[in-house]
């Protein structure tokens, strides 16, 4: 078969060749359980600490806790329905926020909470001034993502930390970073945050890991009890394979050539934008260029349907995402907050690029788009 082109980094990385190697060598021969007694396993202790430290150095955690979960679900879970102390109260929770935290919200209804939701703009990014006439003393969670797997749009959680802890002092701040994370340098103690999800398998690791950032001072009750492993708050063997995967992964990916891996992805993506509005008439491009990750690029294409568009361009090899791949119920939701008209909603695509891309891809995707779109629009009745 062909190579295929793969551009849908955002639903998954493929895993790097340290990250394989590394995680046979925890299965083959580092198979002890961290919390047995003999030397080899407390070996896998000591190396579960230190892979720890090592994916708080690459988010800047300082004296906050790192608790290894599943992934971006369990750790947005965790802080969404684990985190808050008071019995009734206000949660504010972005427009445009993955699933794993958009259904928390119901939850949290039935709970007896007031859940509100911050409108975004047509780039997916928070709209600051709506945010900020949510506030009130009541908040008691706000959970905004860091950069939306949508467009890549990038929140300045920053401010709405500060705007929020303003007004309502005792408020839990949560932000989803599992698109940020690995993609733009990310700094907990800058942010400010209480909260802090991240997903391995965005940055060339294995699916099934992740964690938490729980900042200093901040209790969250656990979700899984038993045998009290990450300091009592996600009770199971720990996944030692994985978090060794993942440890790899966070050292190649973000504390070693960073800045490399991300002019790399850049350029491709320039390249992609400028080819795509120079060839093809009409699209409407939804990233906003200059405040996103640089891996993704969401663009509308008229009159056509982006799943139509997705297969025809994978009869040529190439894989690209429409968003959420996971469920057409959120793409809905989602496409109506980003006000497209109607000729250009239904024709998302997303285009999420990384390192292993080459940019002398961009010409023969973009050729095979102009393509398939000549033929799938032709008999289009408007
Ligand atoms: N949050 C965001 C923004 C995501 O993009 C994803 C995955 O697509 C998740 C959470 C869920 O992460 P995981 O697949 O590790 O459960």
Redesign the pocket.
Known sequence: MEKLIYLDN??TTKPLDGVIETVERAMREEFYNPSALYDVAVKNSAFLRKARETVKTAIHAGDGEFYFT?????S?NLAILRSIKQKSGKVILGGGE?D??YACANELKERGYEVLFAPIDSHGVIDVDAFKNLLDENVRLVSI?HA??ETGGINDVENLVKLTKRVSKSAIFHS?G??AFGKIPVNVTKLNVDLY?V????IHAP?GI?GLYVKKGVTIKPMLLGGGQEKGMRSGTENFPSIAGFKTAVEEEILHGFNEKYSKILQYREYLYEKLQGSIDDIQIITPMENSVPNILTVAFKDVRGEVLLHSLEKHGILVGIGSA?SSHHESRFKSLLGLDDRHKDGIIRFSMSEENDIEEVDYVVDCIRQELNFLTKFTRI
């Open positions: 955002a639903a599943s992934g971006g679900t369990e947005n993955h794993s935290v993502m939306s797997n989803d599992v698109q999800s997903s391995a398998h965005k699916k992740g996971c």
